[in-house]
């Protein structure tokens, strides 16, 4: 019934140093990441049975919606896809144009990303940080650095990755900078998150730089990270302070940052040496005949 | 006889830090993020209050190593924060049982309060977190939920004879 205070201390004393000794190690060692991923794994249970609620929502909505509804949304989305259609058949014929046109100037094609669709188990719990837990991992190549978009710009790139699980930093995240440009100029930026879920920051822009609120930023490329030309965010406010050297100016993303549920890993050509190309199996017939 | 107790009694604390795992990563609308209790936190304080023989700091070590893991953050915050909670906890457990509630809902946010205090501060020693005084709020909510937690766990632990 009674606590020892000594040994009390004692064990206080030594699970401190412990959890000192880990903080120490997460931030100062770069070897810990193999320990978490293993742990990653054992985690995912928790994110898919926390999920739980939200999945039974869906599969009452997709079962218990009515026939009316579903007429009106069978509807709506054949339209939409009508649209999409038209549109595809302009690209098709723009992106011919485009690539004859950059062999003509001799540079590097624009390769078409593959992508591979995934879907959000779990967000993160803590507000000061944006993160979300993905239901594709190793088992399904995504790695560390792996873009990640959802139908309408880029969301962030994967920090860690376990077995089926991976975890996807998000771009509003204060810990998040993107390089960018400004499509209509073509000026180049960093897009720094700042904490919150819709704002961007550019940072040390000049005062004199050509931004004007309506903006799109797309991905520059540059840094090796994310590929050419996904849209990040739109300007929304910029001001010139005349005692301050860089201009401030502000960002929405143009990503749903928190109501997507179904995103897209994008697989880029040279993005990360460590992927490895699993060997088609036509190659490999072919070689045996 | 009391083996078999104490393995029926392990399950329920088990059970019931499982379930503060899952109450603390449950997806919820981004307006509501901050009312999120510590659940972690609390559970363990309502053991250590009432098992403090059974439940103390190593406890609170692996169930922070786990709530770190599972929230992806800085590991050992969580780890750090709850070995200090379980401690100041033990030290007050004769005194917190003779507490009412609502004197025991002001010493939780207190002690989730700490809580709070040292995982912002590791945080801040790896990104700059915001300096706003609103990591607090969790410990308000924390101190709302207790009577229930309380009340809940003290249910759970008579009827199921955890001793």
Not at chain 1, 46 to 60: E, H, I, K, T
């Amino acid at each position: 019934m009674f606590v020892k205070d000594s040994s009390a201390g004692a064990r206080l004393v030594l699970w401190t140093i412990a959890s000192l000794a880990l903080i120490f190690a997460d931030l100062k060692l770069d070897n810990l990441n193999t320990t978490r991923s293993l742990l990653g794994g054992l985690m995912a249970p928790f994110y898919w049975a926390a999920d739980v609620p939200v999945r039974v929502a869906n599969w009452g909505e997709e079962n218990f919606s009515s026939r009316t509804e579903l007429i009106e949304e069978n509807r709506r989305l054949k339209s939409e896809a009508l649209m999409l259609k038209a549109r595809a058949q302009k690209m098709a014929a723009l992106s011919a144009g485009n690539t004859r046109l950059r062999a003509l100037l001799n540079s590097t094609a624009l390769v078409q990303d593959d992508v591979l669709v995934a879907e959000l188990i779990g967000v993160s719990p803590d507000p000061q940080r944006h993160y979300v837990i993905l239901n594709k991992g190793r088992a399904e190549n995504v790695y560390v650095g792996q873009p990640l978009i959802d139908a309408d710009g880029l969301m962030g790139q994967v920090i860690e990755v376990s077995q089926r699980t991976s975890r996807v930093l998000l771009i509003s995240d204060s810990s998040h900078a993107l390089p960018v440009q400004i499509n209509r100029s073509g000026v180049r930026a960093i897009a720094e998150g700042i904490g919150t879920l819709h704002t961007l920051r550019l940072r040390h822009l000049p005062a004199t730089t050509d931004v004007r609120v309506g903006d799109l930023l797309v991905t520059s490329g540059l840094g090796d990270r994310y590929p050419v030309g996904y849209p990040v965010a739109v300007v929304s406010e910029v001001q010139f302070d005349p005692g301050q050297a860089f201009a401030n100016v502000s960002a929405v993303p143009s990503a749903a940052l928190n109501r997507s549920r179904h995103v897209l890993l994008v697989f880029n050509e040279g993005g990360d040496e460590s992927i490895t190309e699993p060997v088609p199996p036509e190659a490999e017939e072919s070689n045996g005949g | 006889m009391v083996v078999d107790m104490g393995a029926q009694g392990l399950w329920v604390i088990m059970l019931s830090f499982l379930a503060a795992f899952l109450l603390s990563i449950l997806p919820m609308p981004a307006w509501l993020q901050w009312a999120r209790p510590e659940w972690v936190a609390l559970v363990l304080i309502y053991w250590v209050i009432a098992l403090p023989h059974r439940i103390g700091v190593s406890v609170a070590f692996v169930a922070g190593t786990l709530l770190d893991v599972l929230e992806g953050g800085i590991l050992g915050a969580h780890a750090l924060a709850l070995v200090v909670v379980a401690y100041v906890a033990t030290l007050l457990h004769q005194r917190l049982r003779m507490f009412v509630v609502w004197q025991q809902a002001m010493m939780v946010f207190i002690l989730v309060g700490i809580n709070q205090l040292i995982c912002q501060w590791v945080h801040s020693l790896g990104t700059l977190g915001d300096r706003s005084l609103s990591f607090l709020l969790p410990a308000v909510f924390s101190a709302l939920f207790w009577p229930w937690v309380f009340a809940g766990l003290r249910h759970l632990r008579r009827h199921y004879r955890v001793q």
